[in-house]
Structures are given as structure tokens and as C-alpha cells.
């Protein structure tokens, strides 16, 4: 064959090269390992491939089972029919992390909340809606007061009007806390 070979290379003229000397260091391409009946031994590669498969099964709905509430939980909540209480739960933030007696905003939904943890790690959360026509209150640290910034209505750190035109406190939200962290599940927004 190989002289065969080289006569038809010689004939059209091409070089020839004769590789029969060279050593070939490619491994060994092996197929399953045999028994001494000479079958493939296929037992043990089924096992690893079985491992492997539940291995890989258990990871993934380990994997769901951990992602599945923190996509729930960053789900904005929806509005209710009557457009203006906001209801769905949402994981804001673990009590620990916050300052005592210092209001933090979080986003919920379109709207926003404070959470204010109190001495004793008490906690509550109000509506960052003014309960007047619903301008977003902020946090004056200097006068400890929510203050509003469209008519000048002021609240207390625990939301209770002090003075202005609103005609009532700040809307509280409703929360429980989960594992040490609070999950606002409505407010009402004015
Ligand atoms: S909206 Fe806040 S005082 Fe009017």
C-alpha cells in the first residue's frame, strides 16, 4: 500500500515523504475497560455518570431552592384596586444594619418607606408619602423631624404631626420581620 502510494505520489509529481521512522506520542484513544469474559466493563462508568447526574441534580435545586425567595423579594409590590395602597411583601433590610434612631428610606415599589429602628431594637416603618398631598417627606437630622418640602408640614421620629397643613401623621406601613429582617408588606399612600 504504502509503495503504491508513494509510485502515484512520484507520478503527479509531488514529494514524497516517508514518516514511517516517526514516533506517534499520541495517547491512546481507549475504549471501555474489559472483564475477563472479554465484554466491556461498563458497570463502573454508569455509576460515576449516576453520581454525577444526581450530584448535579441536587446542586440545581439547591440553587433554586436559595435564588427563588431573593427574586421574590426584589419583585416591586403592586397596587391595589383602589390605587392608592400599595401590597406586596418586600424584604428591605436586616434590623441589625440599621442606626438607631435615625430614619433610612428604602424604594417600594414607586414609593418609598422609612425604617426606623428604635431603642430596645424596636422597630417601625412609615410612608415617605406626605399624609397632605403626598410630597416626599425627608428626614431633617439637624431638628430631628421628618419635614416636608412643599407646604412645610413637620412630623416627629415616630411620625406624629407637629405642625402644617397636613391633617394627620404619617401613614405607617405594614411589616413584620422575618429572621431579623423586615419585610414591608402594604402602605397607603394619600
Ligand atoms: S404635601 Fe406635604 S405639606 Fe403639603
Known amino acids: 500500500m504504502r509503495a503504491v502510494g508513494y509510485a502515484r505520489l512520484f507520478a503527479e509529481g509531488r514529494p514524497v515523504v516517508d514518516r514511517s521512522d516517526e514516533t506517534h506520542d499520541r495517547e491512546e484513544v481507549r475504549g471501555p475497560a474489559k472483564d475477563q469474559a472479554g465484554e466491556p466493563d461498563l458497570t463502573g462508568i454508569d455509576r460515576r455518570s449516576f453520581f454525577g447526574v444526581v450530584a448535579a441534580c441536587s446542586l440545581g435545586l439547591t440553587g433554586v431552592a436559595l435564588v427563588t425567595p431573593a427574586i421574590a423579594s426584589l ?35 414607586d414609593d418609598e418607606v422609612f425604617a426606623i429602628r428604635q ?72
Not at 75 to 104: E, M, Q
Not at 119 to 131: E, H, Q, R, Y
Open 75 to 109: 419583585v416591586p409590590p403592586a397596587r391595589s384596586i383602589d390605587g392608592k395602597t400599595k401590597i406586596g411583601a418586600l424584604a428591605i433590610v436586616a434590623v441589625k444594619d440599621l442606626p438607631v434612631n435615625k430614619p433610612v428610606p428604602f424604594e417600594y415599589g
Open 119 to 190: 431603642t430596645g431594637d424596636k422597630v417601625i416603618v412609615l410612608s415617605a408619602a406626605c399624609p397632605h398631598v403626598a410630597c416626599k417627606l425627608h428626614w431633617d437630622d439637624a431638628k430631628q423631624q421628618f419635614a416636608c418640602p412643599c407646604h412645610a408640614s413637620f412630623f416627629t421620629l415616630t411620625g406624629v404631626k407637629l405642625s402644617g397643613p397636613a391633617v394627620r401623621n404619617m401613614d405607617p406601613a405594614v411589616f413584620t420581620v422575618r429572621n431579623g429582617t423586615i419585610v414591608v408588606s402594604s402602605i397607603k399612600t394619600a
